[in-house]
């Protein structure tokens, strides 16, 4: 039923499409039939790269945030002195919009790859830390007597009660970090760069070719949906006793 319900919500969008490009009947606004035939025709020719170097960076900035974030919030959600020591600079740096720090960090990486996955980077580093670490402080503290008293070890304890109690959360941070990480990586390839889906409609739109520009919008959201269903895929296998019933 989940995947009926997504199929027609897509319907209904395109449809919903459909009619208001037929009541505007403008150039500003293509029909998505003539989006879907100019995709077809050009994806391998130029779509492709474009697309290809946006996932790049958007992956490895999520990898990169997982390896560094999951372990951080861990720390912080288990250990006190942790959580006294790193939560000040959390704190501190959390609430600062990424997206200000570009110039900073275009300054001090340059205009390619680098300074967009740093962006990038801190964008779901942050969310993962904090939504880990909430997690963690949500487990009563009953639940670790049993397993201290037993002589469980870190690694025990993090195997049967801090990674299946955390992972949920950590789930729902990507999500939430994804949906913002897009919009910002967007912004980003908007300067410095000749690829990107981001430079890709910027530059359909200097050059007025509007089915190109909607062409990049529906890639875009093409990608981010794959991602977001990639996550869902991965929390299904993941967190399987959240869906018996």
Not at 79 to 92: C, D, K, Q, S, T
Not at 191 to 212: N, Q
Request: glycine share 6%.
């Amino acid at each position: 039923m989940k995947g009926i319900d997504k199929l027609l919500g897509v319907v209904a969008l395109i449809a919903l499409w459909w009619l208001l490009s037929a009541i505007v009947s403008r150039p500003l606004l293509p029909s998505p039939l003539k989006v879907a035939q100019n995709i077809s025709s050009i994806f391998f020719q130029s779509i492709f790269v474009h697309m290809t170097h946006s996932l790049f960076r958007i992956l490895l900035s999520l990898v990169l945030a997982i390896i560094v974030g999951l372990p951080l919030g861990v720390m912080m959600g288990y250990f006190p002195h942790a959580e006294r020591v790193l939560a000040p600079i959390v704190y501190l740096a959390y609430p600062v919009p990424k997206i200000a720090l570009l110039p900073i960090v275009m300054l001090a990486l340059g205009v390619g790859d680098a300074s967009k996955i740093v962006i990038l980077f801190l964008i779901v580093f942050f969310q993962i830390v904090i939504a880990v670490r909430d997690a963690i402080h949500a487990i009563p503290d009953e639940t670790f007597y049993p397993l201290l008293s037993l002589g469980a070890s870190f690694c025990d304890i993090f195997v049967n009660v801090l990674w299946p109690a955390s992972l949920p959360k950590f789930f729902t941070s990507l999500r939430v970090a994804m949906a913002t990480a897009i919009s910002v990586l967007f912004f980003t390839e908007t300067f410095g760069t000749i690829h990107g889906m981001g430079y890709f409609i910027m530059d359909a739109w200097l050059r007025v070719s509007y089915v190109e520009m909607y062409s990049g919008i529906v890639v875009l959201s093409a990608m981010g949906l794959a991602l977001f269903m990639m996550i869902d895929v991965i929390e299904h296998r993941a967190c399987r006793w959240q869906y018996v019933k």
